[in-house]
């Protein structure tokens, strides 16, 4: 069994910041891509940003400098700096991640995050 566990999320003002993190755990023999996603109400999940295991990042061009998506792979956890946050940034950020589990056979999961609510009042 494998897990994400997000935190990080709250209330901010406008032009404020957060940082999102998510530690993947569980019989993990490796990662690859890591991501941020995020849905708001009544709207359909949309990519935030990703980064591969070798550091290579995508970014929604919503988010593009003002967002920063990182990795520490030894401790299998992906983070996401938000700054100048915008009241539209407002949803549930979900974290995804393609692992590597070898029980009971060795196989690619996408597994997801259970979502942390960022809320931005204007």
């Known amino acids: 069994q494998v897990q994400l566990v997000e935190s990080g999320g709250g209330l901010v003002q406008a032009g404020g910041s957060l940082r999102l993190s998510c530690a993947a755990s569980g019989s993990i023999l490796s990662i690859n891509d890591m991501g941020w996603y995020r849905q708001a109400p009544g709207k359909q999940r949309d990519l935030v940003a990703t980064i591969t295991s070798g550091g290579r990042k995508k970014y929604a061009d919503s988010v593009k400098d003002r967002f920063t998506v990182s990795r520490d792979n030894a401790k299998n956890t992906v983070y996401l700096q938000m700054n100048s946050l915008k009241p539209e940034d407002t949803a549930l950020y979900y974290c995804?991640?393609?692992?590597?589990?070898?029980?009971?056979?060795?196989?690619?999961?996408?597994?997801w995050g259970q979502g942390t609510l960022v809320t931005v009042s204007s």
């Open positions: 995804n991640a393609e692992i590597l589990v070898g029980t009971p056979d060795y196989r690619y999961l996408e597994v």
